[in-house]
């Protein structure tokens, strides 16, 4: 595993009277805090825009509904 990645699924097949053929999904194991303010709609539209390419959202989290 290249450092830096971790790994997130492996797939395992073996066809018959063949050998074992296995194929993984690695991830960047790198996260970031993004933050937006507004109404919910507007302020998950705005972490939308300032998502590096390649990235994806792991998780909303409202901290004035956890105040």
């Known amino acids: 595993m290249p450092d ?3 790994l997130i699924q492996v797939h395992n097949a073996m ?5 074992v ?3 993984g999904l690695i991830c960047v ?3 970031q805090t993004l933050t937006s303010e507004g ?3 507007a ?3 705005a972490l939308q825009q300032q ?5 994806r959202i ?4 409202n901290l004035e509904a956890t105040s």
């Open 51 to 55: 998502l590096p390419d390649r990235w």
């Open 43 to 45: 302020a998950k539209a």
């Open 29 to 31: 194991q790198e996260v």
């Open 39 to 41: 109404n919910y709609p």
């Open 4 to 6: 830096g990645y971790e």
């Open 58 to 61: 792991l998780s909303y989290v």
């Open 15 to 19: 066809p018959c009277g063949g050998r």
């Open 21 to 23: 053929i296995a194929t």
